[in-house]
């Protein structure tokens, strides 16, 4: 039966299959207790090969002879086959369409009246029509449907539009999609990967700084890809390792770093530089007790609790130069070679001007009423009414203000400007000074602030969640870096948020803040990938050791996405 019955649904219509289907489901378990006499099979065969109104009648006679075995079922086997019978007159009826094609004339003006009813109609009624035709569709339709929609709407924008336009849309797109975008195929890649201006873009977007001669796009790919990498590990905690300096036998009072290598002051009467990359120890010299410390190659300047300046060398150790003249510790020193001019704050509330060869008091600054503990000498970038470019600049810092003082020009020299964060008395800078030429820079009780050395306005103020106690260590052009008693953070100056810390030790707490500092400061400006090397943070521990804390090696390759 199920052979007859498969021949039949391949040769007839859709109608019929349905009929028959129906007979073979209520009929069957009635041809089992047919009389011998009456072969059904035979029957059925016949009826499979018909496909006219005899196929009908045929069946519904098959109906009624199994239905003679059980009386019971008379009613419902009669049912069926009227409504059967129904369904077939209704399907035969001359005014229902048939499957027999059009001409092609006539096709054409029937698609061509249908076409016209259907642009008249709303997009609601458009979806509706499109809707009724897809479920009358039978395989065919839906494939040659789909292809047509695959390249309707699958369309390669990439391919089709100009390049310069191309450039411009992807400059839209966050730089994660932009890598996913790489990986859909070869052509993307080269596409998106040739685009310049966008993968400059995303690196400037992570504080990266962009050299505009440089205009490979692989190039700028790779820094992104490197870039994304080191600000995940500044967020992760996985940014920098840390290193310790063992050799002093007391206190460790002051530090200075420059070019890689770290100056030690200590309560031992030593000082000691140290090459921060290995660790090890180039030069020890007898000193007095340091408060503070700056060097060069060839010299070593030291400012002590005993009041006194003195200048050293390096290669023998000797004392060449020192200065006395302040009746309290010295806390501060600053000097230029160019200009043969050392400067000094000192406990005393005094700033002194010296001649550095010499070892001469030039000039004794006064006005401060608390120590002084922070001076910076530095040649002005900007001009004002007080100062031009490239007149050397002195700064000043106690715990509630800071002076501006002109050097060169005369001898008895009057403060220019004095700066301070609030009028209370019960608000402290805290002991951190920052001068480029253009911009002052200190922290305080109240947050962060920033001075414009032109006009000398307060161009911002960085609040942040613990300003008392969050210290400022260096400021730049895009990122800051400050600590607190258990982190180390950076922050992102654009958005004044915090983009990643590191958790600091017990480290020895200084109220004049000469026993902490910060390493490198250029990729403060900006990262390059070459700049996120050498020493972030240094400080002296309760031990007589330095704790440092050095960016780790940044190994990522740009290859990752290039295809």
């Not at 054409?108 to 569709?137: C, K, M, P, T, Y």
């Not at 020890?284 to 700056?294: L, N, P």
């Not at 403060?415 to 911009?439: A, H, I, N």
Request: charged residues 20%.
């Amino acid at each position: 039966m199920a052979t007859a019955y498969n021949m039949f649904q391949s040769e007839t219509t859709s109608i019929m299959a349905v009929v028959v289907e129906t007979v073979i489901t209520e009929i069957s378990p009635f041809l089992r207790v047919v009389p011998n006499s009456y072969n059904p099979e035979r029957e059925l065969c016949t009826i499979m090969n018909l496909v006219t109104g005899e196929a009908i009648r045929k069946i519904c006679q098959l109906f009624l002879v199994a239905s003679s075995s059980f009386q019971n079922e008379n009613v419902k086997l009669k049912t069926k086959v009227e409504q059967m019978t129904q369904l077939f007159e209704n399907n035969t009826q001359p005014g229902r369409r048939s499957h027999v094609p059009m001409e092609k004339a006539v096709f054409e003006g029937w698609l061509e009246s249908v076409s016209a009813s259907f642009l008249s109609l709303s997009d609601q009624q458009r979806n509706q029509s499109l809707d009724q035709l897809i479920s009358l569709s039978n395989a065919v339709q839906l494939r040659h449907l789909s292809n047509g929609l695959e390249a309707l709407l699958k369309r390669d924008f990439l391919r089709l539009l100009p390049l310069e336009l191309t450039f411009y849309l992807l400059r839209w797109l966050d730089p994660q999609t932009l890598l996913t975008c790489c990986l859909v195929c070869k052509q993307w890649n080269k596409v998106i990967s040739a685009c310049t201006e966008v993968w400059q873009g995303v690196c400037r977007d992570l504080g990266w700084r962009i050299d505009d001669s440089i205009q490979d796009a692989s190039h700028w790919k790779g820094v992104y890809l490197k870039a994304k990498l080191r600000m995940m590990q500044l967020k992760n905690q996985e940014a920098f390792e840390t290193s310790s300096l063992i050799g002093h036998s007391a206190r460790v009072y002051a530090l200075y770093y420059k070019d890689g290598l770290l100056c030690t002051g200590s309560d031992d009467l030593s000082a000691k530089l140290w090459d921060v990359r290995t660790g090890q120890c180039i030069y020890g010299i007898q000193t007095h007790t340091c408060a503070t410390v700056k060097f060069d190659e060839q010299k070593l300047v030291t400012g002590s609790f005993d009041n006194t300046i003195a200048c050293w060398e390096w290669s023998t150790g000797a004392k060449i130069q020192q200065f006395r003249g302040h009746t309290g510790a010295v806390f501060s020193v600053d000097y230029n070679d160019d200009l043969d001019t050392l400067v000094s704050g000192s406990a005393d509330f005094s700033v002194k001007v010296w001649a550095l060869s010499a070892g001469a008091c030039l000039n004794t600054l006064t006005g401060h009423t608390e120590w002084v503990t922070k001076v910076i000498l530095q040649k002005s970038e900007v001009e004002s009414i007080v100062h031009c470019p490239g007149d050397y600049i002195l700064l000043s810092a106690d715990k509630f203000e800071i002076k501006v003082w002109p050097i060169g020009r005369e001898i008895n020299c009057k403060c220019l400007k004095t700066l301070s964060v609030s009028e209370d008395r019960g608000v402290c800078l805290q002991p951190r000074l920052q001068f480029d030429g253009r911009y002052i820079v200190c922290s305080s009780d109240l947050g962060v602030y920033q001075w414009d050395f032109a006009s000398f306005d307060i161009l911002r103020v960085i609040k942040t969640q613990d300003p008392a106690n969050l210290s400022l260590l260096s400021f730049g052009e895009v990122f800051s870096l400050l600590f607190d008693t258990d982190f180390l953070y950076v922050m992102d100056l654009r958005t004044e948020k915090i983009t990643g810390r590191w958790p600091l030790p017990a480290y020895r707490k200084s109220k004049r803040g000469s026993s902490f500092l910060p390493g490198v400061t250029s990729w403060l400006n900006g990262l390059d990938g070459r700049n996120d090397s050498g020493l972030v943070f240094a400080t002296s521990m309760p031990d007589h050791s330095i704790h440092l804390v050095l960016w780790k090696e940044n190994t990522t390759r740009g290859e990752t996405y290039d295809g």
